[in-house]
């Protein structure tokens, strides 16, 4: 069945420091790929996705580029903030009627001043 | 903006008890889900629901129910509370890919149950 695998965390960082957060994937078709954000006390916020091989996701300074051959999702920010501090989640959903999500096991990122 | 409602952020129940979580969406999604979050694991997907009256078992069905008699509410039902059901309960709505092609959940703000 598809999986999703995400790097352990947790993940500590100064601020204006280069992020990856690394995100694998198994799939059957032609999944859709997420990056969520969770912060503190919060539900889950979509923070990018990409729908095809070869997509780049951005958002918020963000990115993730959807690499099928590698069946890789990684999430990369050049210079991170003290309010990124939060869980990310990479999922995958699959093509039919209701594009269930498969989620990795999260990522908390802490950023210090 | 899409609103997806909880109708309670934090909720303590007692083993053996019925317990009822509601969910309501105000974009006339056709897909909802229940998942549970917890440390490690992820989320977790329960049930979902592509249609008004049609449920279909998520990964962990075991212990849950749910009921959809309109197309804005989705409630899971806990049929007899035990304290590994402990853990922050997550609804989420989306479109179906039918009507909107390829389309993100969005979640709401969570549960937090506890049963003792």
């Known amino acids: 069945g598809n999986s999703v695998t995400q790097m352990e965390g947790p993940v500590t960082l100064s601020e204006e420091a280069f992020l990856t957060i690394n995100c694998t994937y198994t799939a059957t078709g032609y999944p859709s790929l997420f990056w969520y954000v969770q912060y503190p006390g919060e539900g889950l916020q979509l923070l990018l996705k990409a729908t095809k091989a070869d997509d780049k996701g951005s958002n918020k300074g963000f990115e993730a580029t959807y690499r099928k051959e590698t069946t890789s999702f990684h999430l990369e920010k050049g210079s991170v903030q003290v309010s990124d501090s939060a869980v990310y989640f990479c999922a995958l959903s699959d093509q039919f009627r209701a594009q269930k999500l498969v989620f990795g096991q999260g990522t908390r990122l802490t950023i210090n001043p | 903006d899409v609103k997806v409602t909880q109708s309670s952020r934090y909720l303590v129940k007692r083993t053996g008890e019925k317990v009822f979580l509601e969910c309501v969406q105000d974009?006339?999604?056709?897909?909802m889900f229940w998942y549970r979050q917890d440390p490690g694991l992820g989320l977790r997907l329960i049930y979902f629901?592509?249609?008004?009256?049609?449920?279909e078992k998520g990964d962990i069905p075991e212990g849950y129910s749910v009921s959809r008699e309109k197309k804005e509410r989705f409630s899971l039902i806990l049929e007899s509370a035990s304290t590994n059901q402990t853990s922050m309960y997550l609804c989420?709505?989306?479109?179906?890919?039918?009507?909107?092609?390829?389309?993100?959940?969005?979640f709401g703000d969570g549960t937090r149950l506890s049963i003792l």
């Open positions: 974009m006339d999604h056709e897909n």
């Open positions: 629901s592509y249609d008004v009256k049609m449920k």
């Open positions: 989420a709505s989306s479109f179906s890919s039918l009507r909107q092609g390829r389309q993100p959940q969005h």
